[in-house]
C-alpha cells in the first residue's frame, strides 16, 4: 500500500527532501536483496563503507542539489561541501545502521535534515524495507507515512521503554555505558537496542519509545531524528539538560514527562 506522504503541511521543501530519501532508499533494498555481493572496505573499528552507501549518498547529493543547487552540504563520506547560500546546508546520514546492513537485518534507514542558520528546521528520516517515511518541517508537527504522530504520553518510568546504542570495538564510554544501563534497567519496563539512532528517534517520535539515549554520535545521525522528536512533541537535550546534542553528539530524548526523570538516572 504507498501512502500519500505529505498529507496534511508537506511543503516544496520537504517533496524535494522525501524523493531524495525514496529514491536512495530503493537503490538500498536492492542492493540489500545482494548483500553477498557488495564490495566492502574496512574504515575503522566495526566502521564499515559499502558501495551501496557510497551509491546511495551519490543519488541524495545529485536530487538535493538539483532542487537547491545553492545550499551546502555535510555528509558521511563526502564530508562538507560548501554553498553559496551559507544559511542552508543538508546534512544527510545515506545509511544509517550499516552494520545492521552488512549482517542482512533489516533496520536502516536514510536520514536528510535541513540546518537553517544554527537550528534544524526539517527532517526526513525513511526505513525503506517497511516503507515507512517519518517527516516533521519546523512548526509543522511530525508524521509517518502522511498521519500526524506524538510522542507516548506514559508518565511512569516503570511502565516505559527506552531504546539506546552500545558502544562498540574501538570506541571510548564503556564503563559510563555500563552504568547508565544498569541504571535504565532498574527503573523502567526494558531497555532495546536496534543499531540506528535515527530510526531509534524516529520511533520515539512515534511513541513506540519513551525515550533514548546515547552518546559520541555525529550530527548526520540524530540531525533529523531530534527535529522529529521535537515536532512530535518531545523533549531533547545533552547529557547536561542542555540543548547542545547536535554539537556534542551525546543525546538525552523523552517525551515532556519523563524527560527530566530519565535525566536524573542517567546521570545519577
Request: aromatic fraction near 10%; hydrophobic fraction near 45%; charge should be neutral.
Amino acid at each position: 500500500m504507498k501512502f500519500n506522504r505529505t498529507t496534511g503541511a508537506g511543503s516544496a521543501l520537504i517533496n524535494v527532501m522525501i524523493a531524495a530519501a525514496e529514491k536512495a532508499g530503493r537503490s538500498l533494498v536492492r542492493s540489500f536483496g545482494e548483500i553477498e555481493k557488495l564490495q566492502v572496505a574496512r574504515k575503522g573499528p566495526a566502521d564499515f563503507v559499502t558501495e551501496a552507501d557510497r551509491r546511495a549518498e551519490e543519488i541524495i547529493y545529485l536530487e538535493l542539489n538539483k532542487a537547491r543547487p545553492k545550499y551546502g552540504f555535510l555528509m558521511e563520506e563526502r564530508g562538507t561541501v560548501s554553498g553559496e547560500d551559507i544559511s542552508n546546508t543538508w546534512i544527510v546520514d545515506p545509511l544509517d545502521g550499516t552494520l545492521n546492513f552488512l549482517h542482512g537485518l533489516p533496520h536502516f534507514c536514510v536520514s536528510i535534515a535541513l540546518k537553517r542558520d544554527t537550528k534544524i528546521f526539517s527532517g526526513v528520516i525513511y526505513e525503506p524495507v517497511s516503507d515507512q517515511m517519518f517527516w516533521a518541517e519546523n512548526g509543522k508537527g511530525a508524521f509517518l507515512n502522511g498521519q500526524r504522530i506524538r510522542v507516548s504520553s506514559r508518565r511512569n518510568l516503570t511502565d516505559s521503554v527506552f531504546a539506546t546504542g552500545i558502544p562498540f570495538m574501538g570506541r571510548e564510554g564503556h564503563a559510563e555505558f555500563l552504568k547508565e544501563l544498569q541504571s535504565v534497567m532498574a527503573a523502567s519496563a526494558g531497555v532495546r537496542r536496534f543499531g540506528s539512532a535515527a530510526l531509534d528517534l524516529a520511533y520515539l517520535a512515534a511513541g513506540r519509545y519513551e525515550g533514548f539515549w546515547e552518546r559520541g554520535l555525529n550530527s548526520w545521525d540524530i540531525a533529523a531524528g531530534l527535529k522529529i522528536v521535537r515536532e512530535a512533541g518531545g523533549f531533547v537535550s545533552d547529557f547536561n539538560g542542555s540543548d547542545n546534542a547536535l554539537k556534542s553528539g551525546d543525546i538525552v530524548a523523552a517525551n515532556s514527562e519523563l524527560h527530566a526523570q530519565f535525566l536524573h538516572i542517567l546521570n545519577s
